[in-house]
């Protein structure tokens, strides 16, 4: 078996691996790369987007796609977490998690090739709220769940080798869908979601049979708002993390500046520019997901550091670029959505190697939730960026954001070698 096999690559080949290990090696693996790919085959960005287009919703549905998505994944978890943290076992929330998402996604499909117009987008939008709302269970639960059940050293490697897997799978899909190899019609994209969710309902049930042990530390008393800020207050590693990782949202924010750029440089073939940015996109992942885990295991602080500095030199150039020729051609905007998801990539593994290996005291869950929670209002904030654009361009976005991912670079010096503590 791959997971079997890759667990065998990240551990030393002197020991004898833990039969256990091994087993709760590959359920994560396999849960963890079916959801990766369920994701791509959904992207709010590309997929529903064009998907809601075609089917006439209106644009107002459209431009809400992507914040619904992201908030709803992130501002539930430090609600989350209370629940999390009581339970002795873990495992549930991430499946039941995957098991909504999947429903939700069959949902989506089945609106897709049943209605159209506003009712399309609508049911669409509603179905992507709830999969986002499952999909926050499942990011507060896995960092603690993760740690409790693989070994420090190979978290890395099964993260980066399961996104790997579902860039490739992605990248086959945009392969094909851009040379008609796959229709180009909602019905054909409707099954594709359909696809997905069916990814999501396997994924959960292989993630409950995970070998789980019981958390000793868990509490069973009520946790107040109070408990849940705590680590703010007294934990100056936790406090330095977050300042980083807000400073790196600029990473994720970029890539639709870099489209709007292209779009200034190639007026009128913006359907022709969606193949080769979503190969770039997907090729970089498959070339650099499992490179930047392993590097994480051993360092996610210099992750951070590394991948902070690629990322402001890409999108300082490509800022720089755009103020010189006032737009830049497509397959240079796809060279440089290249390098920035090189980066993406790079800071997404840091930091969450970074808080999964980091001491909180048995409040890994907490630690998790109150870090993405803080996270989503930042990237709600994010939204006024594009106000900037419109008034200053995208190329003076994308300057502030390689400003943005040098400072977090900067501040990633002040962390801790967790990995080694």
């Not at 992207?43 to 914040?67: E, F, M, N, Q």
């Amino acid at each position: 078996m791959i997971a079997e096999r890759l667990h065998a690559m990240v551990t030393d080949p002197a020991k004898d691996a833990d039969a256990g290990e091994a087993r709760r090696f590959s359920t994560h693996f396999i849960a963890l790369t079916l959801t990766k790919i369920a994701d791509g085959l959904i992207d709010p960005k590309i997929v529903l987007s064009w998907l809601l287009s075609t089917l006439g919703a209106p644009g107002y549905i459209i431009g809400a796609l992507v914040p619904v998505r992201e908030s709803g994944a992130l501002l539930p978890q430090l609600f989350l977490a209370r629940q999390i943290q009581r339970q002795p076992r873990r495992r549930g929330f991430w499946a039941v998690g995957s098991l909504v998402q999947g429903a939700a996604a069959l949902g989506m499909a089945a609106a897709a090739l049943l209605t159209s117009s506003t009712t399309a987008g609508w049911l669409i939008l509603g179905c992507l709220a709830v999969l986002a709302v499952a999909r926050s269970s499942c990011s507060a639960s896995h960092k603690d769940v993760l740690a409790r059940t693989v070994e420090k050293g190979t978290r890395g490697a099964l993260s980066g080798a399961a996104g790997t897997i579902g860039a490739i799978a992605v990248f086959a899909f945009a392969v094909a869908i851009g040379t008609g190899i796959i229709p180009r019609e909602t019905t054909t994209v409707a099954l594709v979601i359909g696809v997905a969710g069916v990814l999501w309902l396997v994924a959960g049930t292989v993630f409950l049979t995970l070998d789980e042990p019981a958390d000793e530390t868990a509490k069973d008393a009520r946790i107040g708002l109070a408990d849940l800020l705590t680590p703010l207050r007294e934990d100056r590693e936790f406090r330095t993390y977050i300042v980083t990782r807000g400073l790196m949202i600029a990473t994720a924010l970029a890539p639709p500046f870099l489209v709007m750029l292209s779009g200034q440089g190639d007026r009128g073939t913006g359907e022709i520019a969606l193949g080769p940015l979503m190969v770039a996109s997907a090729s970089a992942t498959i070339m650099s997901s499992y490179v930047w885990g392993r590097l994480s295991d051993r360092s996610s602080r210099k992750t951070l550091q590394i991948s902070g500095m690629l990322a402001a030199l890409t999108l300082g150039g490509a800022a720089a670029t755009g103020w010189i020729t006032g737009g830049i051609a497509v397959w240079t905007a796809a060279a440089f959505l290249f390098i920035a998801q090189i980066a993406y990539e790079g800071t997404r593994s840091g930091r969450k190697i970074h808080l999964t290996d980091m001491k909180t005291g048995g409040r890994r869950a907490i630690y998790t939730a109150l870090s993405n929670t803080l996270i989503g209002v930042l990237l709600i904030a994010g939204s006024g960026f594009g106000l900037l654009a419109d008034a200053f361009g995208p190329a003076s976005v994308l300057a502030l954001f390689a400003v943005m991912a040098a400072l977090g670079a900067v501040a990633a010096t002040r962390l801790s070698e967790v990995q080694t503590a």
